[in-house]
């Protein structure tokens, strides 16, 4: 059975950064690219960026410049990076794998930019 989830969630600063972590079973992770998503309340879930099995990246352009995108492969894991935190940035955010074009999805995890 394949696993996904997503960590480092929790309350930011404006202004501050953040830093998820999203792992995956290691029978997927070799193959996968590796997106992350967002989806803040009453709105769709927006695509942040994702990896891919090489390390290539590629960014919406509303992130470019603020979010970066890491691989780990000895850890099957994943990290997104962002900075500049406003409130607005506030949304629950979702790591996606697809491999060999099957879509797995986290839970999820509640970032609240606040202070």
């Known amino acids: 059975q394949v696993q996904i989830a997503e960590s480092g969630g929790g309350l930011a600063q404006p202004g501050g950064s953040l830093r998820l972590s999203c792992t995956t079973s290691?029978?997927?992770?070799?193959?996968?690219?590796m997106s992350w998503f967002r989806q803040a309340a009453g709105k769709q879930r927006e695509l942040i960026g994702l990896?891919?099995?090489?390390?290539?990246?590629n960014f919406m352009d509303a992130f470019k410049g603020r979010a970066t995108i890491s691989r780990d492969n000895a850890k099957n894991t994943v990290h997104l990076e962002m900075n500049d935190l406003t409130p607005e940035d506030t949304a629950v955010y979702y790591c996606?794998?697809?491999?060999?074009?099957?879509?797995?999805w986290g839970q999820g995890t509640q970032v609240t930019v606040s202070s």
């Open positions: 290691e029978t997927i992770f070799s193959d996968a690219i």
């Open positions: 990896v891919t099995n090489r390390g290539d990246t």
């Open positions: 996606k794998a697809t491999s060999r074009g099957t879509p797995y």
